[in-house]
């Protein structure tokens, strides 16, 4: 057979180096790429948080002028934005790259480059949608951006122009990484690892990822027409042209909606992991939680006119909607059923972890609580537009989504780093979050029943407003607090190493099994699965009712010798993937991929494509240049190099 | 052995079974759910079209202007160009050469020939006055329409890089996946034709003034 390889002139050498800044810039490996979304995501949380505090701040005092209004519309929408697009979907993404391959034994994900390429996508793009703080005109008209109030006609700036633009861009990020991991979840299980076996935490992100995959192009197609209304004038949402305002809102809340369950369905399997794992029990109607998670996700495309009771969709349509609103609350009760008898009769076992999964439930189910009150379609006529939403939403996206991901980065950080967050340092980090979170959001619940609508940028004295709302900054600062004593718990914990090994808490899943941190190639042999929490019966085979387990040696007898990283320094063992691996079970390759520029080449070449839409033509044509090599590149790149010493 | 360019990872053979926990190919699965996120896509800006069908307050209105006939000619091309793709990618499979390229060239030029039909329609519209400007359906009939012909186009580039391929010997009948994948994407966008030819072309083709807006007088 003729042997052809097609090449296209290289600029630069592919990239080989293992560590420094390009080490970063090419990596495809999922864990670093976990780590990228990590990090950035911390950072745009700490950008969306001191919006946060400027809101609290100017709410303090009635009456308040720190703030004037223009700027308060800014503030809300780009804490809003940031908080939903920036943070909590990535922190998730984090974790969806770092554990879905080890928790299945595989050695990365299906598509490694295209994974890179969605983590460059969402750096770009949450840069394109901040770019207004530096050019005076951030954007104002909500997070949810409602027509025409979001349209050229009342909102002339570039503001939300930049906003569509770069929600665009994360919107493509988001599919890119939904469908990688469908792809992954489905295809790269070690052998044995049927679906019904699967931890809880990646039945989450897979349903997570189907959920991105359907409903980011719905809130694409909405950006797409709204951003074509302020560019080119078309017509979409322009009342003068017949536009239709409520039009906006469909499209808005049938992605927005599904959206919501794509920020808490991560944070569920979270806990799911974590629960059992420090109550020693397996996870309580483990079936249950996986349909539960499945129904949630189905009836979550049922609901969206919930968001619309005042619209005036008529009676059958706010009747149909209060109703399967309703009936998304059984799911959800009984996930909170499960987490909850998990924990009944297990021997407990209270670290940070725990204590921020356990709030997790607490507050998520005060969240739902008032989330079913909204349900009752007259009910949530008098709540619309009022802080007692606003308490809804942050008990369920703060008091839930955030719970379950730092009870995850408390869980986790010592398979990512090596070694522990201490524990002291973070029940007290856990303390005040729990304390300013409620101090925070319960007073916005009498606030918003007392008639104090969202978004206004101040209220005056003879409202009777200003003590719930000095609680409320108060609590808003503590919140702040506790970040400030994660960062030093991070520091300190740096500091003052305590090793973790490969099985810290006594776990049950498949990433325990393997050092901290992993190796660059994960498993150094595919992983036979048997049982859910296989890992667990390995361990401790005598507790399988079957009793068929092979037993290993418990995780006491690992000791650092097994480690194949310096934990100085985290690097990587030299030629570590081609030393690593003995076998190809299940075809899961012997080569890891290589690195690649490419996937950054491609995303730079979108970014500047969109945001040549406002800044001129030139940087459109520079952006398609850069995208097409890219592309071209990455087509024509083989997965891996051959190695020099291979004949072709 | 060549150097299997675009495959992703696992190295994949001609054979109906992978070494995934599924069987199927990764690059398979990935296009189905792709595709699975377009119908999202393409259903939103038909519900857009539908939801503001005899809603535009100034003509033209469709019954103007759209010319049935000649779209259904068009239809008809960009259909023999799926009945072409499977013809390539039999051929490929087979291992026949020239066949092979043959009907892969023919898919694209069918494409192409598509893509020349919308041009002319979109100008003919622009000519008697019709753009995204100028009322609800120009909105939403240009950027429906326009997204779909982007789809094509980019279909009609993927196989001219595998017909360039097929020259090179880089497609060949033992990864004439990359060509099948290639299959599903266009047999996807010609679905989608379907649906659009039937509600723009079928259902609302004859669609005049709403009530109460003004009736179009040819300028």
Known sequence: MTTTTLTIPRIFDRPRSASGIWSWIGTVDHKRIGTLYGITAFLWFLVGGIEALLIRTQLATADSTLI??????????????????????????????????????????AFPRLNALSFWLFLFGGLLLNVGWFTGDSPSGGWFGYAPNSGITFNTGSGMTFWAIGLSVLGVASIAAGLNFVVTIFNMRAPGMTMFKLPVFTWMTLITSILLVLAIPVIGVALIQIGSDR????????????GDPVLWQHMFWLFGHPEVYILILPAMGIVSEIIPTFSRKPLFGYPFVIFSGISIAFLGWFVWSHHMFTVGLGPAATSAFAISTMAIAIPTGVKILNWMATMVRGSIQINTPMLFAISFIAMFTIGGLSGVMHAAAPSDAQQQDTYFVVAHFHYVLFGGSLMGIFSGIYYWWPKMTGWMLNDKIGIVMWFFTLLGFNLQFAPLHWLGLDGMPRRIFTYSSDQGWESLNAIASVGGYIIALAILIFLFNIWYSRRNKVMAGNDPWNARTLEWSIPSPPPHFNFAEIPQVQ?????????????????????????????????????????APSGGAEDGHHDDHGGHGIHLPDMSYYPIMLAAGITLGMGGLMAGNWVIVLGGVIGMWGLIGWSLEPVNDPAPDVEH | MAQQAVTEYHAEVHDTTYNTSTGLSNRKLLMWAFLGSDVMFFGSFIATYLVYRNRSLVGPYPENIVDVPITTISTFVLLMSSLAMVLALHYVREGSKNPGRFWIFMTAALGLVFIGFQVFEFWTFVNEGLT?????????????????????????????????????????????????????????????????FT???LVT???????GAPPFLHG
Request: hydrophobic fraction near 45%; charged fraction near 15%; glycine fraction near 10%.
């Open chain 1, 531 to 571: 049982y859910r929490d296989d890992f667990w019966y390995q361990k401790y085979p005598e507790q399988h009712e079957e009793g068929h387990v092979h037993a290993i040696a418990p995780s006491g007898a690992q000791d650092d010798d097994d480690m194949m990283f310096d934990p100085e320094t985290g690097a």
């Open chain 1, 231 to 242: 560019l080119y004038g078309t017509n979409f949402y322009n009342s003068l042209g017949g």
């Open chain 1, 68 to 109: 004037d209004p223009d700027t308060f519309n800014q503030l809300f929408t780009m804490h809003g934005t940031t908080m939903v697009f920036l943070v909590v979907m990535p922190l998730s993404a984090s974790f969806f790259n770092w554990f879905v391959p080890l928790q299945i034994g595989a050695r990365d994900v």
């Open chain 2, 205 to 211: 083709a004859n669609d005049g003034a709403p009530p």
């Open chain 2, 132 to 196: 995204p400007r100028t009322n609800l359906f120009g909105t939403t009939f240009f950027i429906l329409t326009g997204f779909h012909g982007a789809h094509v186009t980019i279909g009609v580039l993927w196989l001219l890089i595998l017909l360039f391929g097929h020259f090179k010997g880089t497609l060949r009948s033992d990864n004439s996946l990359d060509l099948e994948i290639a299959g599903l994407y266009w047999h996807f966008v010609d679905i989608v034709w379907i649906v659009i």
């Open chain 2, 199 to 201: 509600v723009i072309y």
